[in-house]
């Protein structure tokens, strides 16, 4: 089983950036497609972006296109979120999430979800 742990969140100013980071363990993931999700308060859970862990291709929702950048490590077995120029409406808790389909994935049914991290941006 993969277990998956966030990191990075935190406060931030509009037109700022965080650095999500997620860090997997418990067994082999690099057939895994691996991605991050948001919900926001009082909205449902949205997919934002996904990785092949093993390629590196990587899929982006239109929203987040040219702002966010996801990315691994192989190394250090640690997914990111580059997130640049945040908006205030980017605000919601960022989960990232794995599963050995990417079609689970992007449609929000993986098979592990982390814990959260909070992303909160002021104007």
């Known amino acids: 089983q993969v277990q998956l742990v966030e990191s990075g969140g935190g406060l931030v100013q509009a037109g700022g950036s965080l650095r999500l980071s997620c860090a997997a363990s418990?067994?082999?993931?690099?057939?895994?497609?691996m991605g991050w999700f948001r919900q926001a308060p009082g909205k449902r859970r949205e997919f934002v972006a996904a990785i092949n862990w093993n390629r590196g291709n990587t899929y982006s929702a239109d929203s987040v296109k040219g702002r966010f950048t996801i990315s691994r490590d192989s190394a250090k077995n640690t997914m990111y979120l580059q997130m640049n120029s945040l908006r205030p409406e980017d605000t919601a808790v960022y989960y990232c999430?794995?599963?050995?389909?990417?079609?689970?994935?992007?449609?929000?049914?993986?098979?592990?979800w982390g814990q959260g991290t909070l992303v909160t941006v002021y104007s």
């Open positions: 418990g067994r082999t993931f690099s057939s895994y497609v």
């Open positions: 999430a794995a599963s050995q389909a990417a079609i689970r994935l992007i449609n929000g049914v993986p098979e592990v």
